[in-house]
């Protein structure tokens, strides 16, 4: 199968798969308070525990301004604490509140679940080749960025 019929063949799939995985996702996510992105801003913050706001423009790929867009409503929400540094006042950092730790760890749990579920009934080697393939996909994405053309 080349590129081609293999792109199309996986787009097929992921829209029946990404509707399961969605149905029974916590709360929070499924009534629109939390975004995807804001999503990953709080697994973010939650495995570091504390981050500057600039590294966090730089993992996520996007301006200072869209970061502050995206913590502003979390900051609202009381899952996240926005402190400045004495020594340099422009050095902004958030870190999560209790309430935030408490999501976070939902978040967290609800995907271990699912990727137990999903996994279950696939062998421990398609498993081990599923991970060494997503690997070789983060190591593509991190050298080569986003890019769709070839």
Known sequence: MNIHEFAK????????????VLKGQPAVLKKGKITI???VLL???H?????????ISKVLGVTKSAVT????????????????????R?????RLTPKGINIANKLKNYKLKMIRRLFANISQKERAQ???ILKKIQKN?????TRTHE
């Open 9 to 20: 063949e996986v787009l097929t799939v992921f829209p029946a798969i990404h509707a399961k």
């Open 43 to 45: 697994e973010l913050v």
């Open 141 to 145: 994405i991190q050298k080569k960025g």
């Open 130 to 132: 599923y991970l060494d």
């Open 37 to 39: 992105s804001q999503m």
């Open 47 to 55: 495995a570091k525990r504390e981050c500057k706001m600039s590294d």
């Open 69 to 88: 867009g995206l913590t502003d409503r979390l900051l609202r929400m009381g899952l996240l604490r926005r402190t400045r540094l004495r020594v340099d």
């Open 90 to 94: 422009r050095i902004v950092k958030i």
